[in-house]
């Protein structure tokens, strides 16, 4: 593909004026601007291209802060999931020691 519009209008067909009127519709309908440098790249291969151009885009400093803002919460969250799931493992062990299931109420008679 060419470079810019002044390289592309350089390769138009040019007529002298003596050519007849289905002669020119002959030539602007055979006209590919782009032919000689005809991309070939297989799906895959687009595929990876576009996925390697974002990352060599320089991040801007409002979209880093949010990105770290993001971090930080999602930090935040996977802790306090993974001490309320220590928490509900604690109270299935010590249900398990006082043989009852967790989440089983005591016999009568033994207070809650």
Same mark, same amino acid.
């Given at each position: 593909m060419p470079t810019n519009f002044s390289a592309?209008?350089?390769?138009?067909?040019?007529?002298?004026?003596?050519e007849s009127v289905e002669r020119k519709v002959q030539v602007i309908q055979d006209y590919r601007p782009f032919e000689e440098e005809e991309d070939t790249m297989t799906g895959k291969e687009i595929y990876e291209a576009l996925q390697e151009y974002p990352a060599k885009l320089p991040l801007p400093d409002w979209a880093r802060a949010?990105?770290? =803002? $993001?971090?930080?919460?999602w930090y935040r969250e996977q802790t306090r999931k993974l001490a309320l799931e220590n928490d509900a493992a604690e109270r299935r062990a010590g249900a398990s020691?006082?043989?009852?299931?967790?989440? =089983? $109420?005591?016999p009568p008679g033994e207070g809650s």
């Open positions: 592309l209008d350089q390769n138009l067909p040019r007529f002298t004026g003596e949010e990105l770290e =803002e $993001a971090k930080a919460g020691r006082s043989g009852r299931a967790a989440g =089983e $109420a005591p």
